[in-house]
Structure formats: C-alpha cells, structure tokens
Nanobody, 119 residues
Framework: QVQLVESGGGLVQAGGSLRLSCSASGGTTNMGWFRQVPGKDREFVAAISANGAIKAYADSVKGRFTISTDNAKNTVALQMDSLRPEDTAVYYC???????????????WGQGTQVTVSS
C-alpha cells in the first residue's frame, strides 16, 4: 500500500509559479499528477517513471510545468511556472505500478491540494 500526501498548493497571480510536492510512503514508484475542477473529469497533467528517465506532459502544460523525483527523499515535485487562470484546480498526486498517463492506471491517490490562479 502506498500512501501519498501532497503539499504546496495555494493562491498565485497569473504568470506566477508554485511548486507542489508529493511525499510517498514506502518509496517512490511510477508517479503522476492529475487535476480536477468541479463538474469535470480528473485530467492528466504529468507523469514520471520510477527512475526518472521517462516523463510525459499534457499539451496544456508542456513547457510550463516540470515533474521531477527525489528518490532519496521519497518525493515527487511538480514545478508550475507561467501559471494561468485555467490552471486553477485541485491537484492530485498518484502512484502506479507501471508508467502511465491514464487515470485508471493509478490505484493510489493523495488527498489533493488546491491551486488557484487569479487573473
């Protein structure tokens, strides 16, 4: 069983930056970040393989967000730059046995952290 705890959400102005962190009990594995706004499905944001060699990003965040892993600290981070109001959502950290971008491939989820970008 993998337990995940996110931190680092908050309120920021458009154009600003935030860094989300996810602490994983039992060590990091293949990890992903997803986000969800009320009334919409949870959508893929970024994913990273267990060894950090493979990364994937949603087109909407490519070039602005960076996913990274620190295996020594059992954490995965999502650096979010050039934030836009449409990035406002609850962001979730997730873990999966294999590298994946599909939500259904992830059996383990954190509780989520709110990110709000004001215009």
């Amino acid at each position: 069983q993998v337990q995940l705890v996110e931190s680092g959400g908050g309120l920021v102005q458009a154009g600003g930056s935030l860094r989300l962190s996810c602490s994983a009990s039992g060590g990091t594995t293949n990890m992903g970040w997803f986000r969800q706004v009320p009334g919409k499905d949870r959508e893929f944001v970024a994913a990273i393989s267990a060894n950090g060699a493979i990364k994937a990003y949603a087109d909407s965040v490519k070039g602005r967000f960076t996913i990274s892993t620190d295996n020594a600290k059992n954490t995965v981070a999502l650096q979010m730059d050039s934030l836009r109001p449409e990035d406002t959502a609850v962001y979730y950290c997730a873990a999966a046995p294999t590298f994946a971008t599909l939500r259904l491939a992830y059996p383990f989820w954190g509780q989520g952290t709110q990110v709000t970008v004001s215009s």
